[in-house]
Every structure is written in C-alpha cells, then in structure tokens.
Nanobody, 124 residues
C-alpha cells in the first residue's frame, strides 16, 4: 500500500504560479501511474493531469490546464509534482494526487490510492 501526502497549496493572485508536491511512502511511487485531480465547492472531482509510471514517458492533461500546468516525477524523491502557471480563479479547488497500478487514466475509479488534498485559492 502507498500513502500519499500533497503539499504546496496556498493563496496566489491571478497569473501567479504554484508547485504542488505529492510525496509517497510505503511503496515506490514510480511503480504507479500518478494523477492529479481537483474538486471545487459544489462540483465533482475532476481530472487535471496524469503521468505514466516509471520514467513517466507520457503525460496527459485536461484541456482546461493544457499549456499552463506541467506534471513531472522525481523518482529519487518518490514524489510527483504539478507545476501550475498562469493561474486563474477557476483553478481554485482542493487538489488531490492519486496512484494507479492500472496505468494513467482520467477516470477517478481507476485510481487505487488517494492523498488528503491541498487547497489552492486564486484571487482575482
């Protein structure tokens, strides 16, 4: 079993940047495809980005964040990152990382382990 802890959230102005981290313990995170999801108040949790297992050959993004967000992994640190640039108020949400042994997916149900989330607030 793998435990995931997100960090790096906070309050930022429109146009600003944040880097979220998803640190794993218990298992090697590189063995899992890893995704980022977000949930705003009153909305369903939605896919943001995902990266393949091992060296992360492929990455995947929701259309709403493509070109602004970058997902990456540092296997030496057992951590996956989400670099978020050009943030907009619509990006405000709790961001969750999740791990899947089935491979990268935009579907929540395909992920086996979830972190507790980190709050991102973008002010206008």
């Amino acid at each position: 079993q793998v435990q995931l802890v997100e960090s790096g959230g906070g309050l930022v102005q429109t146009g600003g940047s944040l880097r979220l981290s998803c640190a794993a313990s218990g298992r090697t995170l590189s063995s899992y495809a890893t995704g980022w999801f977000r949930q705003a108040p009153g909305k369903e949790r939605e896919f943001v980005a995902a990266i393949d297992s091992w060296i992360g050959t492929n990455t995947y993004y929701a259309d709403s964040v493509k070109g602004r967000f970058t997902i990456s992994r540092d296997n030496a640190k057992n951590t996956v990152y989400l670099q978020m640039n050009s943030l907009e108020p619509e990006d405000s949400a709790v961001y969750y990382c999740a791990a899947s042994y089935r491979g990268s997916s935009y579907l929540l149900k395909n992920y086996d382990y979830w972190g507790q989330g980190t709050q991102v607030t973008v002010s206008s």
